[in-house]
């Protein structure tokens, strides 16, 4: 299993900006899919974006297309999740997790089997 380890969460005012990363221990990722999810309480982990790391290709939630973008680094084994324009309803403890797909973008947390350990993002208005 790949090992991964988010950073980047915090608390911000309504309309702010956080930049999440989560960083791969794997020799490489070829083939894999890298997801981030979120889980807000009381409610059930949901999709908020994936790519596919080979070709880049990305999918996101309606509720964040046009204010997350989703982006990896080839040198660093990393993945990134931008959040611009956050409402309250962001707020969430968001997780990273990543599975051998070969191409293949899913948006169903069971599909995954490595998962970091999360990082809390506050919004407040």
Excluded: H
Excluded at 31 to 39: H, I, S, V
Excluded at 73 to 79: G, P
């Amino acid at each position: 299993q790949v090992q991964l380890v988010e950073s980047g969460g915090g608390l911000v005012q309504t309309g702010g900006s956080l930049r999440l990363s989560c960083a791969a221990s794997a020799r490489t990722l070829s083939g894999y899919t890298m997801d981030w999810f979120r889980q807000a309480p009381g409610k059930e982990r949901e999709f908020v974006a994936g790519i596919s790391w080979s070709d880049a290709r990305r999918v996101y939630a309606d509720s964040v297309k046009g204010r997350f973008t989703i982006s990896r680094d080839n040198t660093e084994n990393t993945v990134y999740l931008r959040m611009n324009s956050l409402k309250a309803e962001d707020t969430a403890v968001y997780y990273c997790a990543a599975a051998m797909l070969q191409g293949v973008i899913a948006t169903i947390p069971s599909v995954f089997g490595s998962w970091g350990q999360g990082t809390q993002v506050t919004v407040s208005s």
